[in-house]
């Protein structure tokens, strides 16, 4: 009723939030973020990304514990910077660009996570076309020169050669993309729990954390 939506309001402006059996208490709805539009010739994005928005203000000395599902998940300590109320992680692996925020304000927590796939698309197109094309032009050759047959079967036997490494790399650049897709959604949806259990803990009261942490 209008009671409840008052003292929801009243708790989420003091960074609190409804209990989960109480009415009002909502859970975190992960989300696709904004991202470039699909790029047909390549066969994917140029980036991926996840959002969600958690009810209630997660209290800044539980951020180690969103640290430490970050790490876990992608295996990479990253570079953590803390600035006010709001959690900034980049990665320190050379080989990926994924950057994750946690930004706390006006009664609720917004988590962004996020990769940046053009050092990829580079590494996947180049190496695959590159290297497989370059590799099988000699024998392409040797075997059409032994058959007499040069001026006929020249240029379509090279455009073939081209157009298979062109489809094996957009098959892998999908198929990397998909595994790297579910991996970031389902460390979204750890980061948001994480941060409705810290909020809710702190409804209860600030109480003492065994397992705390300092960031580094």
Same mark, same amino acid.
């Given at each position: 009723?209008?009671?409840? &939506?008052? @003292? ?35 066969? +994917?994005?140029?980036? *991926? ?7 209630? =203000? ?10 430490? &599902? *970050?790490?876990?998940? @992608? ?10 109320? $709001? ?7 050379? &080989? ?21 796939? %053009? ?15 370059? +590799? $099988? ?6 075997? *059409? ?34 595994? %790297?897709?579910?991996?970031? &959604?389902?460390?979204?949806? %750890? @980061?948001?729990?994480?941060?409705? =259990? ?19």
């Amino acid at each position: 009723g209008i009671a409840t &939506q008052f @003292l929801d309001r009243a708790m989420a402006e003091h960074g609190l939030a409804p209990a989960p059996d109480e009415p009002g208490a909502a859970g975190a709805v992960v989300r696709e973020g904004i991202r470039p539009p699909y790029n047909w010739w390549l066969g +994917g994005h140029a980036s *991926i990304s996840y959002e969600a928005t958690v009810p209630g =203000e997660m209290p800044e000395r539980d951020f180690d514990l969103l640290v430490d &599902q *970050i790490r876990r998940a @992608l295996n990479d300590n990253g570079v953590v910077s803390v600035v006010g109320r $709001s959690l900034n992680w980049t990665s320190a692996d050379k &080989q990926r660009k994924v950057q994750i925020s946690v930004l706390v304000r006006d009664g609720k927590t917004t988590i962004y996570v996020g990769e940046r796939l %053009r050092d990829l698309i580079g590494a996947l197109y180049g190496g695959i076309i590159g290297g497989g094309s370059g +590799g $099988s032009i000699g024998p392409i050759i040797a075997v *059409i020169e032994s058959l007499n047959l040069f001026p006929l079967v020249f240029a379509p036997a090279i455009l073939a050669s081209l157009g298979t490494t062109f489809s094996i790399a957009r098959y892998s650049l999908r198929r990397v993309t998909r595994s %790297r897709s579910a991996v970031l &959604q389902a460390l979204t949806e %750890r @980061l948001a729990d994480q941060a409705r =259990e810290s909020i809710g803990r702190r409804s209860v009261g600030p109480g003492v954390r065994p397992d705390r942490k300092a960031l580094r």
